[in-house]
């Protein structure tokens, strides 16, 4: 009886062993699995914010694109049968300041 008690022991510490080296292995993997998945996920949110910035960007230019547009559309010839004085003196001191 003492020497299958034995063997019980020795099968119980193999299953133990055996299981520890999986549960370190399965750990090991899962972690790396958690970090590469961290790190795609940061990579997409740059992306994201690099598009918004462009976006933005797109979005500004056009505006001051329309701004400076209007500015050319002043007409600032007085004997012009269109000249706006108001509008004209908005342009004037628009470029002064």
Known sequence: MASSNTVNTADM???RY???IFGVA???????T???????????????????LI???KRQFAANKAAKQEEKNV????SSDKFDLEAAIKH??????
């Open 18 to 20: 055996s299981a520890l």
């Open 75 to 78: 007409i600032t010839d007085p």
């Open 26 to 32: 399965y750990g090991f993997l899962h972690n790396r």
């Open 55 to 57: 976006a933005e960007a």
């Open 34 to 52: 958690l970090h590469k998945e961290a790190a795609d996920q940061g990579l997409q949110n740059k992306l994201h914010k690099r598009e918004e």
């Open 13 to 15: 510490q193999v299953i």
């Open 92 to 97: 004037w001191a628009g470029e002064k300041a």
